[in-house]
């Protein structure tokens, strides 16, 4: 039977935004081995990337039917290439085919235009992200349009719970003025992989709900501008509510998973005093918090990050549909070490891959995915 031309366009607002819903709630996120998430994008398809610079939505059509969908944006970030440390990215996500219509090339034809259009705008790569796991998406992007692997973070997921966290006395805790903010960043880590050049437009954000610091207590906070001191030990993050944004909400679970949240919610209600942490109920659509930009200096910097989430899962134990706070860190970042998650909700590696679409880059796209990476990485929440 045939099905005509497959036909790829720009989104329009008017006529597919209606259809692109349907698609999503038809398409299943995360490998079909395991349990995965469904998205509700509260009657805004390109709300994932209607906050970053430059973005773009294509569609692909067969016939009258909408088959698929990808999104892409556009900006400068630090990447570690001579001979300048400064690089104009496209990033891909939201790419769906309709169940009905996959391993047809669709896919594979979305994405190469969204790179046609990425060439047209000057960007220099060509990035995705994907669970490692995820054999379809491998081998669509790294075995047929010839991405390679670059980076390996780790998704840490920590549930909410209605328990207060204890922050310790030992610690004091400020909110940042947004230029003070925007100040720290680009002094401390503004050589990190993938730093947003547009740091200050991110924390401006709405969708930022501020950055708080922590250090000793009886020592001060004295940074004020590019020679401001610092405490001997101190710790910065920033949160996003991306909830704001789009809901999730978990499919496909086996009965054991919703048995066991059922019970762990049960057993907390009548044995409060084991202080046995409950699973939250991920069945229905829920929010959550996204930490970026975590930083840290000093002996007792550890420390300081756990009280720093510590503080954040409080903030959102007080948001109503909020039901975890997640954070990416480099997968060879000590952070994780300090950060509260649990292995179950988990990615400890997802897979970055990164293509050069200028034969110039493509040398220097050897040496970043080749060196191992030392440095931290930058996690845009704009695209989460």
């Known amino acids: 039977m045939g099905y005509g031309e497959l036909i790829i366009r720009s989104y329009d607002d008017q006529n597919d935004r209606a259809r692109v819903e349907d698609l999503e709630r038809r398409c299943e996120v995360g490998p079909a081995k395991r349990v995965f998430l469904f998205t509700d994008t509260l009657g805004d398809p390109i709300c994932r990337i209607r906050n970053s610079p430059i973005y773009k939505m294509l569609v692909a059509e067969l016939g009258n039917q909408l088959v698929g969908v990808i999104q892409g944006s556009i900006k400068l970030v630090t990447v570690h290439k001579p001979p300048i440390d400064i690089a104009r990215v496209g990033y891909i996500l939201g790419l769906r085919v309709a169940p009905l219509y996959r391993r047809r090339g669709i896919g594979s034809s979305l994405v190469i235009r969204l790179e046609e259009w990425f060439i047209a705008s000057d960007v220099d790569y060509a990035y995705m992200a994907t669970e490692k796991d995820n054999e379809a998406s491998f081998k669509l992007f790294v075995d047929k349009l010839n991405y390679v692997k670059f980076r390996t973070p780790a998704i840490l997921v920590n549930p909410v719970s209605h328990r207060m966290s204890r922050i310790s006395s030992n610690f004091e805790l400020a909110k940042?003025?947004?230029?003070?903010?925007?100040?720290?960043?680009?002094?401390?880590?503004?050589?990190?992989?993938?730093?947003?050049?547009?740091?200050?437009?991110?924390?401006?954000?709405?969708?930022?709900l501020g950055t708080?610091?922590?250090?000793?207590r009886g020592e001060s906070w004295g940074h004020s501008g590019p020679n401001g001191a610092v405490p001997s030990s101190w710790a910065m993050l920033s949160v996003w509510n991306s909830g704001e944004l789009f809901k999730l909400r978990l499919g496909n679970a086996p009965l054991s998973c919703l048995m066991y949240t059922k019970s762990s919610r049960l057993i907390e209600k009548l044995l409060p005093c084991f202080k046995l942490p409950a699973i939250p109920d991920f069945f229905h659509p829920f929010g959550f918090y996204f930490i970026y930009g975590v930083y840290r200096e000093g002996p007792l910097s550890g420390k300081l990050v756990r009280t720093l989430c510590r503080f954040v899962h409080n903030m959102a134990s007080k948001s109503k549909d909020c039901k975890v706070v997640v954070t990416e860190v480099g997968g060879s970042d000590t952070l994780r070490l300090h950060i509260p998650h649990w292995k179950l909700l988990s990615c400890p590696e997802d897979l970055w891959c990164i293509k050069a679409?200028?034969?110039?880059e493509k040398k220097s796209l050897h040496e970043l995915t080749k060196t191992p990476s030392t440095k931290a990485l930058f996690v845009d929440p704009r695209e989460v």
């Open 212 to 216: 708080w610091v922590a250090y000793p």
């Open 176 to 208: 940042l003025k947004i230029e003070e903010a925007e100040s720290l960043y680009r002094k401390f880590i503004s050589s990190t992989e993938f730093f947003p050049i547009d740091i200050g437009n991110i924390l401006r954000n709405k969708l930022s």
């Open 357 to 360: 679409l200028k034969n110039e």
